[in-house]
Every structure is written in C-alpha cells, then in structure tokens.
C-alpha cells in the first residue's frame, strides 16, 4: 500500500492560484462523456493560453499550456503542485483526461476540488503505478480520507497511459472513478465550496510530469 504522506509544506513551493479568470467559461473544447451543454458549468481543452489557469516556469517544476494541453511537471521530490482556473463552485461533477508524459510511475495525479485557499482543499487522486485515494488539505494538514493508505485498483491505466478520471463533490459525498469504473466514495463536511483544480506530484523520485486535457465540470 502506498502512504500520502509528503511534507505539507512542499505543496506550496511553486504555485499560488491564478485568478485571471472570474467567469463561468473556459478555453475552447467539447465536453467529454456524460455531459450535456446545459449542465456545463466550466470546460476548457487548453487550446488557448488566455483561458485562466497558471503559466510558471522554475527549476521546481512547471504548470503552462503546452501543445493544447496542460502540463503540470514537477522537478522536487516529495512534491505536490497544482493550478487552479480561479473560480468558485458547490456541488460539482469533474472530469480530465491526464497522461504520464515522463517520470516515474510512482507518481500522483488528478483533480481538486472546493479549494479555498492553499491550505484547504479536496483532492482526487491516481498514479502510473495503479493507485488511488481521496483525500484533503485542512489547516495545512494533508490525509487521506476513509483510508490510511492508497489502495489499487486494475482500471487505472499503469505506465504512459492516459486515463479518463472523474470525480464528485456532492454535498458531504466525494466520489472517484477512473476509466468508468467506481473507485472509492468518501463522506466529509469540511468545505462546501470553492474553487477546481489539477494536481501532479512526487514521491522520493522528481520528474513527474502529466499532461491534462478535456477537462470539464458539470452541475451534478
């Protein structure tokens, strides 16, 4: 089983949220899978750089657009990063498209949401070596929820692969699956709003480095 536990103090080293985009409309894209135009709240394929989310370069990592897509690299061990569109929702039905791109397969990756400020959010999360877990950002302290450990799952596509992830902030009902098949529902009551996001990060080996594409964000 693999553990989630990273320094706390890492996940804040690259990134603060963009909030160039206040509105509820993104880059240019079609909506993946199970969605329908009028329950789109936010979607964005990252075929425009202006859409709103993070464009940095430092020797700790990376989070811009790159050959319509969105790339989250991280150069630091044990390290998480992510960006975030700048913009504020409930209840809401997320999915992204995300391929390893280079690094290792002990990796994780996936999507945020409710995300009030850097040390308060939800996350969502897998790995190219078949792992998965949900959990949140409270007070600064990072855990799991309903688990200790990632536990692993065959639907997740293992090594260079893309995999279609979905997750659901529903009330106090957090929902992964991957690839169309349910991994994991957790309850919590902490956040009940705020804004969504990708996350890449690291274990002991840097290089992570993932592409995300699709991503949209629907009304449940």
Known sequence: MKRFT????ALILLLLS??????????????TGGTTNSNILFQDDFSDPGSGWDSVRTDDGVTDYENDAYRIFVNTDNMDVWANPGLSFTDVHIEVDATKAG?????????ICR?????NFYFFIISSDGFYGI??????????IGADSMDTSDAIRQGNATNHITAECVGSTLSLSVNGTHLQTVEDTDFASGDVGLLAG????PGTD???DNFVVTAP
């Not at 990273?6 to 103090?9: D, F, G, K, N």
């Not at 959990?135 to 799991?144: A, M």
């Not at 690291?202 to 080996?205: A, H, L, Q, V």
């Open 103 to 111: 690094g290792p397969d002990d990796n994780d990756f996936g999507v």
């Open 202 to 205: 690291t274990y002991d080996e």
């Open 6 to 9: 990273r320094p706390v103090l």
């Open 18 to 31: 963009s909030l160039a985009c206040q509105t509820l409309s993104g880059g240019g894209g079609s909506s």
């Open 210 to 212: 993932i592409l995300f």
């Open 135 to 144: 959990g949140k950002v409270s007070g600064g302290e990072q855990n799991l």
């Open 115 to 119: 995300y009030e400020d850097v040390d």
